[in-house]
């Protein structure tokens, strides 16, 4: 079975601080993806990586970056946690780009 | 720009009771995909549809592509406490992305 894990399910924030949210898939999969999920508003793409050190941005990638230094592994940074960041965070991999996408279990991120 | 509307956005029936999701689009989509994502959980794949008219079913849930492949629906059959959920349909882009729709919430109640 497909994996994705990611670090925390929650996690309380400050204004200001830098926040890094991890995910972790266990196979092999090229392509990992950042949403975000907002009542009413759906999931909404931030950024996805094709391959190692590869990123393009989403719908939504204004005040965050991402990071893809092993295959396995794609981190979203915050660099600046604004209150309007508050969000459910989800992360998905699929080995094609056109392949079904496997999700993690979501980080519900407060900022504060 | 490629949208997906949902409908109802929220749901809640009676066990038993049968009930009709819908995704609509102006646009065309080469697929369709539908998901159901629990509280605190991550949504998982329920089904993907192809081919303009294409019905699949997946034990009580029935699932059609419209045959513009503009629109989809989701139709459960006699529907039980297990199926409560956020249920999610998703467009594949003109650049391979996924396009998600706001998601209907349904409670079904014993």
């Known amino acids: 079975d497909v994996k994705v894990t990611q670090s925390s399910r929650y996690l309380v924030k400050r204004t200001g601080e830098k926040v890094f949210l991890e995910c972790v898939q266990d196979?092999?999969?090229?392509?990992m993806f950042w949403y975000r999920q907002d009542p009413g508003l759906g999931l909404r793409l931030i950024y996805f990586?094709?391959?190692?050190?590869?990123?393009e941005k989403g719908d939504i990638p204004e005040g965050y970056s991402v990071s893809r230094e092993k295959k396995e592994r794609f981190s979203l940074i915050l660099e600046s946690a604004s209150t309007n960041q508050t969000s459910m965070y989800l992360c998905?991999?699929?080995?094609?780009?056109?392949?079904?996408?496997?999700f993690g279990p979501g980080t519900r991120l407060t900022v504060l | 720009t490629q949208l997906l509307e949902q409908s109802p956005q929220f749901l809640s029936i009676q066990e038993g009771e049968n009930l009709t999701v819908y995704c609509n689009s102006s646009?065309?989509?080469?697929?369709l995909q539908w998901y159901r994502q629990e509280p605190g959980e991550g949504p998982v794949l329920l089904v993907t549809?192809?081919?303009?008219?294409e019905v699949k079913k997946l034990k009580r849930l029935t699932f059609q592509f419209g045959d513009a492949r503009k629109d989809s629906s989701l139709h459960i059959t006699a529907a039980q406490p297990g199926d409560t959920g956020l249920y999610l349909c998703?467009?594949?882009?003109?650049?391979?992305?996924?396009?998600f729709g706001k998601g209907t919430k349904l409670s079904v109640k014993p």
């Open positions: 998905a991999s699929t080995r094609l780009m056109l392949d079904t996408q496997y």
């Open positions: 646009s065309v989509f080469s697929s």
């Open positions: 998703a467009g594949r882009g003109s650049q391979g992305n996924l396009i």
């Open positions: 549809v192809v081919t303009g008219g």
């Open positions: 990586s094709y391959d190692v050190k590869m990123k």
């Open positions: 196979m092999d999969h090229e392509n």
